[in-house]
T-cell receptor, first 113, second 113 residues
Framework: GENVEQHPSTLSVQEGDSAVIKCTYS??????FPWYKQELGKGPQLIID?????GEKKDQRIAVTLNKTAKHFSLHITETQPEDSAVYFC????????????FGQGTELSVKP | GAVVSQHPSWVICKSGTSVKIECRSL??????MFWYRQFPKQSLMLMAT?????????EQGVEKDKFLINHASLTLSTLTVTSAHPEDSSFYIC?????????FGSGTRLTVV
């Protein structure tokens, strides 16, 4: 089955700096790669996603890149703000696995003012 | 957008009793729902996949007789933790696939005392 590895586990940046979180996946059939932000005691919130037919996607300060050959994808947050502080999870799914969404280990992002 | 309502948001139960968690898709039909468990500072671990009208498919290592899943309608899936023990204390989250992709419930904090 699918295995998703996420790094780093913690990330501390100064307000205004950029943050990058990286994930690798194992199943070459995976075709959907969402990123979630989770605040304490709440369910995950989708912040951006990308499908395997696209190499990059951007939404204001957030971007995701996908390298299908290397089987890795990354989240880029620019001009970070204190309210970006949260735990971020990458995930991957494939139609072959019935759409099961498998999560990475998570990254605790801390943005210091 | 799509909404999944999950109840209760938190529950405390005595060891040996059973607890039922409900997830309802409010404005779409969810043919497939996923149930996750999340321990503190850890990732979301997929427990099972439920499809409306059929038996749930459990991930390896998840006891199907302990975690009973029912998906009797296109808008409701339930997870019952039977004979709960303190080690079952965790954050349980459901996710439904609809026209808008994956929609997560807000989670249920279960504490077994």
């Amino acid at each position: 089955g699918e295995n998703v590895e996420q790094h780093p586990s913690t990330l501390s940046v100064q307000e205004g700096d950029s943050a990058v979180i990286k994930c690798t996946y194992s199943d070459s059939a995976s075709n959907y790669f969402p990123w979630y932000k989770q605040e304490l005691g709440k369910g995950p919130q989708l912040i951006i996603d990308i499908r395997s037919n696209v190499g990059e996607k951007k939404d204001q300060r957030i971007a995701v890149t996908l390298n299908k050959t290397a089987k890795h994808f990354s989240l880029h947050i620019t001009e970070t703000q204190p309210e970006d502080s949260a735990v971020y999870f990458c995930a991957a799914s494939s139609n072959n696995q019935g759409g099961k969404l498998i999560f990475g280990q998570g990254t605790e992002l801390s943005v210091k003012p | 957008g799509a909404v999944v309502s999950q109840h209760p948001s938190w529950v405390i139960c005595k060891s040996g009793t059973s607890v039922k968690i409900e997830c309802r898709s409010l404005d779409f039909q969810a043919t497939t729902m996923f149930w996750y468990r999340q321990f503190p500072k850890q990732s979301l671990m997929l427990m099972a996949t439920s499809n409306e009208g059929s038996k749930a498919t459990y991930e390896q290592g998840v006891e199907k007789d302990k975690f009973l899943i029912n998906h009797a309608s296109l808008t409701l899936s339930t997870l019952t933790v039977t004979s709960a023990h303190p080690e079952d204390s965790s954050f349980y989250i459901c996710s439904a696939i609809g026209n808008y992709g994956y929609t997560f419930g807000s989670g249920t904090r279960l504490t077994v005392v």
